[in-house]
């Protein structure tokens, strides 16, 4: 049977995929309070909602307040809106970094982490590396129920505008029919998937720590 009456921790809700995961929780039965952490308040009011504004680059600072059942974090820039690559590894790399060790230090045993397709931290690409990088610490940290999902490219419609994205995943959806056998891990994925997958794997056992975009797919239809 599977716990009720949880309390979740959010970093990153005001994204895409934390937005949609926000939504997906205040809604399911299982859990009583969701807790953000983030730079600005979200949208969305309800009284299972506990936010605390702050600047994520010191979460640390937040360990009073870091107690939960178990931590989603949806964190992650892009060069174009973090070109400073000092910074971008400093928010892509440090905040879930510090969040598994926070995890550590209030008894949290399950986290689970956004992370990207290709991910892998001898790349010669930075974004790739510095993903790669984090995804090995963060493991090196052993938290009992630990995932790292990798989406690949992700759809849906951002608030920001991003028209060199847009343009590149309208191209991608239209070829996705190419993207067959191994090749599907890289057909474009919808913001949702992720954050239904990610309710999966906090409630059920799975024993994969990395889990690629089209398996995502595969424990999204469970939910």
Not at 149 to 175: A, C, D, H
Not at 176 to 197: C, D, M, N, W
Request: proline share 3%; with cysteine.
């Amino acid at each position: 049977m599977k716990k009720t009456g949880k309390t979740a921790i959010i970093l990153g809700a005001t994204g895409l995929v934390g937005g949609i995961l926000l939504e997906l929780l205040v809604k399911d039965k299982l859990y009583k309070k969701i807790v953000l952490f983030s730079r600005r308040a979200v949208e969305i009011k309800h009284q299972k909602i506990e936010e605390h504004l702050c600047d994520l680059l010191e979460l640390e600072l937040q360990q009073e307040h870091f107690k939960a059942d178990e931590v989603f974090c949806c964190i992650g820039s892009t060069n174009a809106k973090t070109p400073n690559n000092e910074l971008y590894k400093r928010i892509d790399y440090g905040i879930p970094v510090a969040t598994a060790k926070l995890c550590v230090q209030n008894n949290i045993n399950t986290l689970i982490i956004v992370s990207a397709l290709g991910a892998d931290a001898n790349s010669s690409i930075f974004y790739n590396r510095i993903k790669g990088e984090m995804e090995d610490k963060v493991l090196e940290i052993k938290i009992p129920k630990m995932h790292i999902v990798q989406p690949s490219m992700i759809g849906g419609n951002r608030k920001e505008k991003r028209p060199r994205e847009y343009f590149f995943k309208k191209m991608m959806q239209s070829l996705s029919f190419l993207f067959q056998g191994a090749l599907k891990k890289y057909r474009v994925i919808h913001p949702e998937t992720i954050a239904k997958s990610m309710v999966w794997l906090a409630n059920n056992d799975f024993e994969e720590s990395r889990i690629l975009s089209d398996e995502l797919k595969q424990l999204s239809k469970y939910e």
